[in-house]
């Protein structure tokens, strides 16, 4: 026995044609709530995992965040087929539709699709993850989003730089975090000649283990220092080491910085700037001697 509800006569009523399948009131009732339910269901998932991601805060977020996109995506993709078919669209003619998007991909969306599938390569091959720092052309900064079509890029400026998916998988990319969160620093140092070229690395070596970020451990290399010659008026060295997290480089870089000026001038060592010597010869030994020339006034 049918529900009063659903033998009402305005819900029988054809509103439109599909080809020539008819589409009552009550189909459209349908597809609609069956889409409602679609949306509601897509805010309970997304709000499921951003609860499992805060209780779990030592669970990888990356894999957090590939099942909450395969998750919201499966869940839009059956709702939609489901509306589709209480529309009474026969899914049996969907290969009739994508013949046609083919011809559409044939005029523009070629690029499109190669993003899209771009996105669902990095999805599951994993080489670039949320919160990862990595390194695109002249991009560099934090991935905060992998999305279908794109991935943002944050930098240290806080700009969110939109990366199409197609440059991240046929470009070179540089992950700094993608094995590991630690990373390499580089600090030259120029000094001037006569200084004491053990004591500057014994000095560096002291300011470089005290830190606490450097790693000094057996997980990284040990912080060395090299020395690479004779510049035109410095002596050449560099301060390396590995840092716990490379997304404190700078932060690193400028308390080292900061530390090795300090300790030069309470020993009296100045960092020497480029210097330039001038020889005058006098006007009379140069030209006193070729027709009685005379120095300028």
Same mark, same amino acid.
């Given at each position: 026995?049918a529900?009063?509800?659903?033998?009402?006569?305005?819900?029988?009523?054809?509103?439109?044609?599909? /080809?020539?399948a008819p @589409?009552?009131?009550l189909?459209?009732? +349908?597809?609609?709530?069956i889409?409602?339910?679609?949306?509601?269901? @897509?805010? #309970?998932?997304?709000? /499921?995992?951003?609860?499992?991601?805060?209780?779990?805060?030592?669970?990888?977020?990356?894999?957090?965040?590939?099942?909450? +996109?395969?998750?919201?995506?499966?869940?839009?993709a059956? /709702?939609?087929?489901?509306?589709?078919?209480?529309?009474?669209?026969?899914?049996?003619k969907?290969?009739?539709?994508?013949? $046609?998007?083919?011809?559409?991909?044939?005029?523009?969306?070629?690029?499109?699709?190669? !993003?899209?599938?771009?996105?669902?390569?990095?999805l599951?091959?994993?080489?670039?993850?949320?919160?990862?720092?990595?390194?695109?052309?002249?991009t560099a900064?934090?991935?905060?989003?992998? !999305?279908?079509?794109?991935? #943002?890029?944050?930098?240290?400026?806080q700009?969110?730089v939109?990366?199409?998916?197609?440059?991240?998988?046929?470009?070179?990319v540089? !992950?700094?975090?993608?094995? =590991?969160?630690?990373?390499?620093?580089?600090?030259?140092?120029?000094?001037?000649?006569?200084?004491?070229?053990?004591w500057? +690395?014994?000095?560096?070596?002291?300011?470089?283990?005290?830190?606490p970020?450097?790693?000094t451990?057996?997980? $990284?290399?040990?912080?060395?220092?090299?020395?690479?010659?004779? /510049?035109?008026? =410095?002596?050449r060295?560099?301060l +390396?080491?590995?840092?716990?997290?490379?997304?404190?480089q700078?932060?690193?870089?400028?308390?080292?910085?900061?530390?090795? $000026?300090?300790?030069l001038?309470?020993?009296?060592?100045?960092v020497?700037y480029p210097?330039?010597?001038l020889?005058?010869?006098?006007?009379?030994?140069?030209h006193?001697?070729?027709?009685?020339?005379?120095?300028?006034?």
């Amino acid at each position: 026995m049918a529900l009063p509800i659903t033998s009402a006569p305005w819900l029988q009523t054809v509103a439109f044609h599909i /080809g020539s399948a008819p @589409v009552t009131n009550l189909a459209i009732v +349908r597809t609609v709530l069956i889409l409602a339910l679609t949306y509601l269901c @897509v805010r #309970v998932s997304v709000a /499921g995992w951003k609860r499992a991601e805060r209780s779990r805060p030592n669970f990888n977020q990356s894999h957090l965040y590939v099942l909450s +996109r395969i998750t919201t995506g499966a869940i839009i993709a059956i /709702g939609v087929f489901v509306a589709l078919a209480f529309l009474g669209l026969d899914l049996s003619k969907l290969t009739l539709i994508a013949s $046609a998007l083919s011809v559409g991909v044939g005029f523009g969306l070629k690029n499109i699709i190669d !993003n899209v599938s771009s996105g669902v390569v990095l999805l599951f091959e994993r080489s670039i993850r949320v919160g990862d720092w990595v390194v695109v052309g002249t991009t560099a900064g934090l991935v905060t989003k992998i !999305n279908v079509r794109s991935t #943002v890029i944050q930098t240290w400026d806080q700009a969110d730089v939109i990366v199409p998916n197609a440059d991240l998988i046929t470009a070179q990319v540089t !992950n700094w975090t993608l094995t =590991t969160p630690s990373g390499r620093i580089r600090i030259p140092l120029g000094l001037a000649y006569g200084t004491d070229t053990d004591w500057v +690395r014994s000095l560096l070596l002291d300011i470089a283990n005290a830190h606490p970020e450097v790693i000094t451990g057996g997980s $990284a290399p040990k912080p060395i220092v090299l020395f690479f010659g004779f /510049g035109e008026s =410095t002596l050449r060295f560099e301060l +390396r080491c590995f840092v716990k997290d490379i997304m404190q480089q700078l932060t690193v870089v400028s308390e080292l910085n900061l530390a090795i $000026a300090h300790a030069l001038r309470e020993h009296g060592v100045e960092v020497p700037y480029p210097q330039r010597e001038l020889h005058i010869k006098s006007w009379t030994q140069t030209h006193g001697s070729e027709g009685g020339a005379s120095a300028p006034p």
